[in-house]
């Protein structure tokens, strides 16, 4: 998967996407909005059971209180973590549906530096051009036919397009 001006490249197609509210980053900050430029390979599949199928063989559900660690103070930042969690976080099972279907990166991981940024996922957008908090964002149908053709370890690649 390649991002490019016009969307994200995979498999001689292009599909629209949004990325992060603050654009391309070389120098990824944690809450910086940021999606960090480089080549991140596909480490998991999440999804969420009560609203679809399992994609893949691969897919591991999210459960209630599921968690994504976004503390650079915690041990376990940049970690899925469980409830009760007293560091910050992000819920991973939501009422709307941006994380019924997520591609983890192995963005600042496994051993998280802290204050990089935590996890950059694959998921899905709110609505065309609306940003991320430094994710890839596509729609829903496009999301879930990437994730059927994808495995473990795929790449996706951020370059410069700031230029």
């Not at 963005?107 to 890839?136: D, E, K, L, M």
Request: proline share 9%; aromatic share 8%.
């Amino acid at each position: 998967m390649v991002l490019t001006p016009t969307g994200l490249r995979f498999g001689g197609r292009i599909y629209p996407c949004a990325i992060g509210r603050g654009g391309l980053a070389a120098d990824k900050r944690e809450g910086d909005g940021a999606t960090p430029l480089g080549v991140h390979r596909i480490v998991g599949l999440l999804y969420r059971p009560d609203r679809m199928a399992r994609p893949t063989d691969w897919a591991v559900p999210i459960r209630p209180g599921d968690l994504w660690s976004d503390d650079p103070r915690e041990e376990d930042y940049n970690m899925m973590v469980r409830a009760p969690y007293p560091g910050s976080h992000e819920a991973l099972r939501r009422a709307d549906p941006l994380y019924d279907l997520v591609l983890v990166t192995d963005w600042n991981w496994p051993r998280a530096v802290a204050g990089r940024g935590s996890c950059i996922f694959v998921h899905q957008w709110r609505r065309p051009g609306y940003p991320t908090a430094g994710c890839v964002a596509l729609r829903r149908d496009h999301l879930r036919g990437l994730a059927r053709r994808i495995v473990h370890g795929t790449r996706l690649i951020v370059p410069d397009l700031r230029r």
